[in-house]
C-alpha cells in the first residue's frame, strides 16, 4: 500500500499540517482526507433521505387524526 505524491506543494501542505496539529505526515493526510469527505456529504443518498425523513418525524406533533369525508370535500371546495 504505497502512495507517493511527488508535488512540492502537497508535501509542503502536508507537512504544515502536521506541525500544527503535532502529528505525522501521513496522519495530517488521512485526516485532510478524511475531512474533506466528510464536508461534500459522503453518505449514500439512502442515508441522507433518512436521516431528513427521521428529523421531520422529530418535529411531527404526532400522526394528526382521520379526517371525515365532509371535511375532506370542504377541503377541496366540494360544499
Known sequence: MNLQIRDKRAHELARRLAERDKTTMTEA???????ELGR???????????????????????????????????MWGHD
Open 29 to 35: 493526510v488521512i485526516s485532510a482526507l478524511e475531512n
Open 40 to 74: 461534500k456529504g459522503e453518505a449514500p443518498l439512502a442515508n441522507q433521505f433518512e436521516e431528513l425523513a427521521q428529523k421531520l418525524r422529530d418535529m411531527s406533533p404526532g400522526p394528526g387524526r382521520v379526517m371525515t369525508k365532509d371535511e375532506i370535500d370542504q
